[in-house]
């Protein structure tokens, strides 16, 4: 399973994340043996020069391209549709809860929350097949920053841009703008510092002993602490989520508790 969340940070398919703050259109993964279909994300900046977000998903399928939105829209081929839709033998899409699932005849899934979490799973005949930000699915986690030129960088800007698409016009070729003077609430008062510390260190608490276990929780305990806009942290915080799940971990202590109150200080 490939995620992409926060502002955004990439877990590829053999496990490696990464950070990339592209603001153009990307080949997030892709079927490069058959072309059979391309999953695509476009970045864009959010509020301040520092982060970008994914601020939505198209997949092209055999001809088709179906678009996953902003605040859970989809469209096809350009027209917007009402879900569940279907095009029988080729895809679904349907709407559960907070995000929408596109399912496809070729074995690939993605799920979109409508804001900037994005999760995409692949059926096993596709390993050794993939390329894109989500890396090659070889089972081999060093090398998924190789790029389209055949590449193995060492840093993940120049990996990113190799999965640019479409021409670069002036949105894509800047950096991103100072839209509001925004800045992390932590930045400059001690007392801010701990108690974003000591709210997210809940996942270092005994609740999630059982996840630590199974899942290197430091990562997403980082991207979580520093964050400062709600959205990019709540996409975070449903990436481990997602990865507690995916090991079948049970929890005591609620995500939900977690959200609304991390690093979130005013």
């Not at 809860?97 to 496809?104: F, R």
């Not at 979490?117 to 097949?129: D, G, W």
Request: charge should be positive; charged fraction near 20%; proline fraction near 4%.
């Amino acid at each position: 399973m490939c995620a992409v969340f926060g502002d955004p940070h990439y877990k590829t398919f053999d496990g490696h994340i990464y950070n990339f703050q592209g603001i153009c259109q990307y080949t997030l993964a892709q079927d490069c043996h058959t072309g059979n279909f391309s999953i695509r994300v476009r970045n864009a900046p959010r509020l301040t020069n520092n982060f970008a977000w994914t601020k939505y998903v198209s997949v092209f399928i055999l001809g088709w391209k179906i678009s996953l939105q902003q605040k859970l829209k989809v469209k096809v081929n350009g027209r917007r549709v009402k879900l569940p839709y279907e095009e029988p033998g080729l895809f679904a899409v349907i709407r559960g809860g907070h995000s929408v699932t596109l399912k496809t005849a070729l074995g690939a899934k993605i799920i979109w929350d409508g804001d900037s979490y994005a999760e995409i799973s692949v059926s096993p005949t596709y390993k050794h097949k993939m390329c894109g930000l989500c890396g090659n699915y070889n089972g081999i986690e060093n090398d998924d920053l190789t790029g389209r030129n055949g590449v193995l960088y060492l840093d993940s800007e120049s990996f990113g841009e190799t999965w640019r698409v479409g021409r670069r016009n002036g949105r894509c070729s800047r950096k991103p703008l100072d839209l509001f003077p925004v800045f992390s609430p932590c930045t400059g008062s001690k007392k801010r510092q701990l108690r974003a510390q000591a709210k997210c260190s809940a996942f270092q608490n005994v609740a999630f002993s059982s996840c630590r276990d199974a899942v290197d929780v430091q990562p997403y305990f980082r991207y979580i602490k520093a964050a400062f806009h709600s959205s990019l942290a709540k996409g975070t915080l449903s990436a481990l989520a997602t990865k507690v799940v995916s090991e079948s971990i049970a929890l005591s202590y609620p995500f939900t508790i977690l959200y609304g109150q991390i690093c979130f200080l005013t």
